[in-house]
């Protein structure tokens, strides 16, 4: 049996054909999962949805995951992240299509909510899997590019208002169906995932091998810089995603002015920056080290985002840029990060709880902003109504700010991960 040396060395050149074929499973995840964004002004104006409808449709795809999400990581382990990730990815098809037909609307939450399962367990899977193809000391970037790819997928829905304007001129229900064929394509890559996988892994198990025994003793025994960085992780999404998801196109459209076109460019550029610029940042963490702080200063640029959008007339360009360098330098070094603070036999499981917690997190953020908007009266005719969804996403991004502080503290003491040592001292470690 190969030792676990060869199964880590993550030297096969197929390694690339892989990363690639995750990011491409994934993006097209990222895709559906923004799907409703662009047409919230069709739904609001063709169907009549109140912004909790809205919210609904978004926060009901986190709620498999309150269920599911430390369910998937032990799959992961138990399963291998390829075969995981191709059950995902088809579940996912099937909540896309349903949410295209649409009509009830309980017809469009059940599809929600089926691709929420598939949704919440691809992503991991496949952080997982590139941990099995890339050696420790090349999960970083590796991350980083998967993440920076998986990026194209939210920015092609944004600015498929723009380039699939027919789409839109014909109602809300075409770009659902074309979320679907996007869905559908990552199903694809992920089935070839899978036989790579399987056929050409070094040390991979030969098929039908037993799988490794859960011990569910051991589920909770990580160390304080795992808990924290799960809060990280937690309120860093349960801030960014509803925002920049469900009510920021409509926000640009309502109180800053712009068309439907416009506003779905504008937000896009967060994502765009993300594909660039999440490499960039990971590179970075890798030769200078300083990940824990790394992760402060990019926590840090949140709730600036929305001091800057609240209270000041600044170009919206200005948010926009600040957004885009949290969005990209925080996640290109969470991920890595987390890798490496967990051992690998129980990653699945570690990023199976950061799931299931998160899930929870942006379930609530995203029902408890279109609550406190539709209280509030927020719309075209009262833009002064988004005021206190301002003001809430704002101070759930100081909590995860404290997060990333008490990460940094412990990393920077003796009981730390190498999170804060240069690229020599990591390179020794892995």
Same mark, same amino acid.
């Given at each position: 049996?190969?030792?676990?040396?060869?199964?880590?060395?993550?030297?096969?050149?197929?390694?690339?054909?892989?990363?690639?074929?995750?990011?491409?499973?994934?993006?097209?995840?990222?895709?559906?999962?923004?799907?409703?964004?662009?047409?919230?002004?069709?739904?609001?104006?063709?169907?009549?949805?109140?912004?909790?409808?809205?919210?609904?449709?978004?926060?009901?795809?986190?709620?498999?995951?309150?269920?599911?999400?430390?369910?998937?990581?032990?799959?992961?382990?138990?399963?291998?992240?390829?075969?995981?990730?191709?059950?995902?990815?088809?579940?996912?098809?099937?909540?896309?299509?349903? *949410?295209?037909?649409?009509?009830?609307?309980?017809?469009?939450?059940?599809?929600?909510?089926?691709?929420?399962?598939?949704?919440?367990?691809?992503?991991?899977?496949?952080?997982?899997?590139?941990?099995?193809?890339?050696?420790?000391?090349?999960?970083?970037?590796?991350?980083?590019?998967?993440?920076?790819?998986?990026?194209?997928?939210?920015?092609?829905?944004? *600015?498929?208002?723009?380039?699939?304007?027919?789409?839109?001129?014909?109602?809300?229900?075409?770009?659902?169906?074309?979320?679907?064929?996007?869905?559908?394509?990552?199903?694809?890559?992920?089935?070839?995932?899978?036989?790579?996988?399987?056929?050409?892994?070094?040390?991979?198990?030969?098929?039908?091998?037993?799988?490794?025994?859960?011990?569910?003793?051991?589920?909770?025994?990580?160390?304080?810089?795992?808990?924290?960085?799960?809060?990280?992780?937690?309120?860093?999404?349960?801030?960014?995603?509803?925002?920049?998801?469900?009510?920021?196109?409509?926000?640009?459209?309502?109180?800053?002015?712009?068309?439907?076109?416009?506003?779905?460019?504008?937000?896009?550029?967060?994502?765009?920056?993300?594909?660039?610029?999440?490499?960039?940042?990971?590179?970075?963490?890798?030769?200078?080290?300083?990940?824990?702080?790394?992760?402060?200063?990019? *926590?840090?640029?949140?709730?600036?985002?929305?001091?800057?959008?609240?209270? *000041?007339?600044?170009?919206?360009?200005?948010?926009?840029?600040?957004?885009?360098?949290?969005?990209?330098?925080?996640?290109?070094?969470?991920?890595?990060?987390?890798?490496?603070?967990?051992?690998?036999?129980?990653?699945?499981?570690?990023?199976?709880?950061?799931?299931?917690?998160?899930?929870?997190?942006?379930?609530?953020?995203?029902?408890?902003?279109?609550?406190?908007?539709?209280?509030?009266?927020?719309?075209?005719?009262?833009?002064?109504?988004?005021?206190?969804?301002?003001?809430?996403?704002?101070?759930?991004?100081?909590?995860?700010?404290?997060?990333?502080?008490?990460?940094?503290?412990?990393?920077?003491?003796?009981?730390?991960?190498?999170?804060?040592?240069?690229?020599?001292?990591?390179?020794?470690?892995?």
């Amino acid at each position: 049996m190969p030792s676990q040396a060869t199964r880590s060395s993550g030297q096969s050149p197929l390694r690339w054909w892989v990363l690639a074929l995750a990011a491409i499973a994934v993006s097209s995840s990222y895709y559906n999962d923004d799907v409703i964004g662009p047409i919230a002004d069709l739904l609001h104006r063709q169907r009549g949805f109140s912004q909790s409808q809205l919210g609904m449709l978004n926060g009901v795809i986190s709620i498999p995951n309150v269920a599911l999400a430390l369910i998937n990581g032990l799959l992961i382990d138990r399963y291998g992240p390829a075969r995981v990730a191709l059950w995902s990815a088809a579940v996912g098809v099937l909540g896309a299509a349903l *949410t295209a037909v649409g009509s009830p609307y309980e017809i469009m939450v059940a599809g929600r909510f089926l691709f929420g399962i598939s949704e919440g367990a691809i992503f991991i899977a496949l952080i997982a899997g590139l941990a099995q193809w890339f050696p420790r000391s090349g999960i970083a970037l590796a991350a980083a590019l998967y993440l920076s790819l998986a990026r194209v997928g939210s920015y092609a829905v944004d *600015t498929s208002t723009a380039w699939a304007r027919p789409l839109y001129e014909r109602g809300w229900q075409p770009p659902l169906w074309l979320g679907t064929g996007v869905t559908l394509a990552g199903l694809v890559a992920a089935a070839l995932y899978y036989w790579l996988d399987r056929q050409h892994r070094p040390g991979a198990p030969p098929e039908g091998a037993a799988a490794e025994r859960v011990i569910w003793r051991d589920l909770l025994k990580f160390d304080m810089s795992y808990w924290y960085i799960l809060g990280l992780h937690v309120l860093f999404a349960a801030v960014f995603f509803p925002f920049r998801t469900t009510y920021a196109i409509e926000y640009f459209q309502h109180v800053k002015g712009l068309t439907l076109s416009e506003a779905g460019v504008a937000n896009s550029w967060v994502f765009f920056a993300a594909i660039f610029a999440t490499p960039f940042f990971g590179l970075l963490a890798d030769r200078l080290g300083h990940r824990a702080l790394m992760l402060a200063l990019g *926590t840090l640029l949140l709730p600036l985002t929305f001091v800057v959008l609240g209270l *000041t007339h600044l170009n919206l360009w200005v948010s926009t840029v600040m957004m885009g360098i949290s969005f990209s330098l925080v996640p290109a070094i969470i991920w890595p990060a987390t890798t490496l603070i967990v051992e690998p036999r129980r990653l699945g499981t570690a990023l199976g709880l950061i799931t299931l917690i998160q899930a929870l997190g942006m379930a609530a953020s995203n029902l408890a902003a279109g609550k406190l908007a539709d209280t509030a009266g927020a719309g075209a005719q009262n833009p002064g109504g988004y005021t206190v969804m301002l003001w809430f996403f704002f101070l759930l991004s100081l909590v995860a700010l404290s997060s990333a502080v008490l990460l940094w503290r412990r990393e920077a003491g003796p009981l730390g991960h190498g999170l804060e040592a240069a690229r020599k001292l990591t390179a020794a470690a892995a």
